[in-house]
């Protein structure tokens, strides 16, 4: 299927490694130009080189820096005059008992994974209304829809961020325009993040990591761990001309992890 995005930009937030850089490598794939963005420049710009190779015909535009700073959302902002698409994402906050998280803690949380994102469709959605097309995806977690004892961080702001888009995703001057946003909710996927959160768990429980993790998958119905790709081709799919009927939905990708029947 020819997704009908070709030529068009993408601003993809936090996308050197995982889920963000499966859905650049996606985009790329389709013709999209993308600006990436991450903190560790080296990382980062290795990634933009992949992603060339993988597409030599589209520009790839490297940004270093904070995306949950303002400094670095005016620089990925400035790297490009224009986006079609914005795709938000920003590492997750550490997971931790409630009782040692003060302010100062809430609020990095926050800014990253609430913030962040709305400043930059603040920025972004009134140009793609303009023009009359914009995709707007946030990667969040399945954790808002089935919320994760230890990650009551990532719970909490990223509940606010969802029902925040739910309202803006159904406003007039975005719905009719034909912008859409929505946030893909990952389960657990092959990543660093996650190979990271589950080894510091079998730590704790006395596990090796290989047991820990092979327990993890035999309680996930799919019996596995999804991969970057997966993740990466609903990312495009829902970037695609194709979806422009899909807005303010909660698109949850788990292998059927989350035991819900909506
Ligand atoms: P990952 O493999 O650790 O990759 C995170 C990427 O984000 C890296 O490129 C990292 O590069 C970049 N990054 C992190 N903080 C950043 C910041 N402040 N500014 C700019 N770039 C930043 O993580 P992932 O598994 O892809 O996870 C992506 C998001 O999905 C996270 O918020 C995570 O909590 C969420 N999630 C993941 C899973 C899963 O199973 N993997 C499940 C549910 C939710 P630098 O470190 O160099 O900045």
Same mark, same amino acid.
């Given at each position: ?54 597409? %030599? ?7 270093? !820096?904070?995306? /949950?700073?303002?400094? +670095?959302?005016? #620089?990925? *902002? ?68 089935? %919320? ?7 719970? !909490?702001?990223? /509940?606010?961020?969802? +029902?925040?888009? #739910?309202? *803006? ?87 059927? #992890? ?5």
């Amino acid at each position: 299927m020819n997704l009908g995005i070709a030529g068009r930009w993408a601003l993809v937030c936090a996308a050197s490694k995982g889920l963000g850089k499966a859905c650049a490598e996606a985009l790329v794939r389709e013709g999209v130009n993308v600006v990436i963005t991450a903190r560790g420049e080296q990382t980062l710009n290795e990634t933009a080189l992949q992603l060339r190779a993988i597409n %030599p015909e589209v520009t790839v535009i490297a940004v270093a !820096g904070d995306i /949950s700073t303002p400094e +670095g959302r005016a #620089a990925a *902002l400035e790297a490009h005059e224009h986006f079609d698409i914005l795709v938000n994402n920003a590492g997750g906050p550490p997971p931790g008992d409630f009782r040692e998280w003060d302010r100062e803690v809430w609020l990095k949380a926050l800014d990253a994974n609430m913030l962040t994102p709305i400043e930059l469709i603040k920025a972004t959605v009134d140009g793609m209304a303009k023009r009359g097309f914009g995709r707007i995806v946030n990667i969040t977690s399945s954790a808002v829809k089935s %919320p994760i004892e230890s990650l009551g961080l990532s719970n !909490g702001a990223r /509940s606010g961020l969802t +029902g925040f888009v #739910a309202g *803006l995703a159904r406003q007039d001057s975005i719905a009719s325009r034909n912008v859409t946003i929505n946030n893909l909710q990952p389960g657990s996927f092959d990543t660093d993040r996650l190979r990271g959160n589950l080894l510091d768990a079998a730590q704790e429980m006395g596990l090796t990591g290989e047991e820990f993790l092979d327990e993890c998958r035999s309680e996930i119905p799919a019996k596995r761990f999804g991969t970057a790709e997966e993740f990466g081709a609903l990312c495009a799919f829902v970037c695609s001309s194709h979806a422009s009927y899909i807005t303010g939905q909660n698109l949850l990708i788990d292998g059927g #992890a989350v035991r819900s029947s909506q």
